[in-house]
């Protein structure tokens, strides 16, 4: 089965809100899926229904195919963007409490987190206290009580807050190899870099709805503007590209601007080279993701 | 079909097993704690050096024999005294000036002058003493109250009165238990069943029924608001959020409250074996029956007419009591308090926020109704049958504390049976209702929350 996770129509109402609304999405096997969306669009809520913490008011959730039932936690590895430890036991004894909950007998979780603690070379840290941890390195603990019973499904929400340039690379890579090995990795973040950096696909909720999804680079070209940028040797006269493009920005020796109408970049290029142009680059700029997410947002808010 | 029972059999499992690594992080954390092993072994200790403290304290007294040197201008006291144990009186002619400067070179303690008597007729009269050590109340009043008989005695022969006919009139009354004469097994046992027994018993039933139902007082409040803390403590933590990503928010809950009993149980426990053994050795450092017997009413403060009521008549007191019953009901009735407390506690520790001051109002619901239980129970040891203590003892949020006090009163056993049952159901019905509000309140933040939301939260699915 291709689609490890299927959310089929789910809503989840509060009070005075509607948290989740129809919310319908896919997530491929063994692929890193972007959940985005502003603060208090219902990312939290959609996640707390897939890992079972609350139940849908309707829709169903479905895991490799089955509705969600009592097993399916155990495969999943949620590391909340709230989280925490319990500051007076020792790392050893936390990850293991955490690992045999996650239904692995003692042996092999003792085995397991003492991998990945010589993973992320910290087996000294065994005998250590929580508290005597800093804010970073009790989140490379959390990160390993995420994905030590080796779930097919990871949901990381912000896993990089807090974290220094040399972790968030540790931990990135992590990643990447656990995708590598058929793991599905969703991932929440406002921080739009890491999302085009690491996402395939991504889906933008806001309201409680799902408005935007697809692949980060469909969803790129979806978005484009023909803004091109490009950069020469030699004398530019707005005569050149009259009628065809309007410049929106001009320096000594390059250029951006946007295509008109019908024009097509090909012919606008071969234009500017038959005019004597020495053409060094010629490239088309796509919007940020950044970009996307606030328009969107903005327009959804009309 | 045999695939379904497995996976059934299978999921079970998991969810007794989860329940018991919840239960054993939960009971493992406090235990290995150092404060409670000290507080754990300390107070035993300090029970035994309370003991043996207050059995020196009695040797020191006993030792302290204070011998007064006398100058009596009245001649009443010298003329009728009969002597003290504690106090020795020497009498002297001297002048009192040469007195002051050799009573101490004369081996006495003190120095006591009694002017003489002017006016027969006389209410008050003021003698003074010359002591370089400062001499203890109780000796004054000791000293003073000798005087003032001898006085009595002096105006009442002036005046003819007949000293013997005046004791005549006093009758001595003593209750005594009819039903604890006739329950008094063998002859021994009837022999120390005197007259003062039915009182004895009395106290002992009432100091025990206290002890028992304040400890269970304590036990709700100390371990209820233990497991509250930890309650909150996880979900400011926001461990809470990973935990029942893995385990039902109930089994968090419950194990919690499971886990924090035992170490409660574990403590009272070690208590009920350590201080009576602590006590025993202490007792043998003091070792003699006198002094325990003058310790045991210091310690207790009985009027002075229990005071001759000797450690063999307390010893068979307590084994004439129904151990056998009170003993298991007890633990019952502790086990059953604490469930239906502590998962309240529970469930408000859910609903409060980072700012326990905030929600303070949520408290209401727990510390009213133990005040209540608390006020009856005294009132039950008062009246032990009364309507309010039978309502108190059976109403199974009050019956946690109350019965226990009631227990040793011997109340009928269909109440007991009653209020038991009553307590189980309600233990489950509360334990069920702390669950749904918990799985909620931990979810919870950054709101302050009304006992009017939580009480929604019930019927929420």
Known sequence: ?302 | MIFLQTSINRQKNTIMHKLWLIIKREYLIRVKKKSFIIITLLTPLAFGLFIIGSGLLAKTMADSKKSVLVKDDTGIFERNYEGDGNILFDFTRADVNDLKNTYKTDGYDMLLVIPAVIDTSFKTHNAQYFAEEKIGLTTLERIESIISYQFENYKMEKAGIDKAMLEDFKVDVGLQNGYTMETAVDEAEKSTATDKTGKLSLIIATVLGGVMGFLMYMVIFIFGSMVMRSVMEEKVNRIVEVMISTVKPFELMLGKVIGVGGVGLTQLLLWVILIPVIAMIAGIFVNDPMQAAQMTDAMTQLPQDTGDFSVAMVLAEFKLLNWWVILPVFIIFFLGGYLIYSSLFAAIGSAMGDDMGESQGLMWPIVIPVIFAFMIMMNTLENPNSSLAVFGSIFPLFSPIVMPARLVFDPPAWQIITSLVLLVLTALLFIWISGRIYRIGILMYGKKVTLKEVGKWLFRA
């Open chain 1, 1 to 302: 089965m291709e689609d490890i996770l299927k959310i089929d129509r789910v809503v989840k109402r509060f009070t005075n809100l509607t948290a989740v609304n129809e919310i319908s999405l896919n997530v491929k096997r063994a692929s890193i899926f972007g959940l985005l969306g502003p603060n208090g669009a219902g990312k939290t809520t959609l996640i707390r229904i897939i890992t079972s913490i609350t139940g849908a008011d309707e829709g169903t959730v479905y895991f490799n195919g089955e509705p969600l039932n009592k097993f399916h936690p155990t495969k999943i590895g949620y590391l909340p963007e709230e989280r925490g430890l319990y500051k007076k036991m020792k790392i050893g004894e936390h990850l293991l409490y955490l690992a045999q909950l996650k239904g692995m007998d003692y042996k092999s979780a003792r085995k397991v987190v003492l991998e990945w603690l010589d993973k992320f070379e910290i087996r000294n840290w065994w005998n250590k206290k929580v508290e005597e941890l800093s804010k970073g390195m009790q989140q490379k603990v959390q990160f390993i009580a995420t994905v030590m019973h080796d779930p097919e499904l990871i949901i990381l929400d912000e896993p990089f807050s807090g974290l220094d340039p040399i972790n968030t690379n540790l931990i990135k890579s992590e990643i990447y190899k656990l995708k590598e090995k058929g793991t599905t990795i969703i991932f929440s973040t406002h921080r739009m870099e890491q999302v085009e950096e690491i996402c395939e696909e991504i889906a933008l909720i806001d309201k409680g709805k799902v408005i935007l999804r697809g692949r980060v680079d469909d969803i790129k070209q979806q978005f484009k503007e023909h803004k091109f940028e490009v950069s020469f040797n030699g004398q530019f006269n707005e005569e050149m590209i009259r009628g065809k493009a309007d410049i929106l920005d001009r320096n000594q020796d390059s250029l951006i601007f946007k295509l008109q109408g019908e024009t097509g970049s090909n012919q606008l290029l071969m234009n500017l080279i038959q005019q004597g142009l020495e053409i060094k680059s010629f490239s088309e700029i796509l919007p940020g993701l950044n970009e996307i997410f606030i328009r969107e947002v903005e327009e959804n808010a009309l």
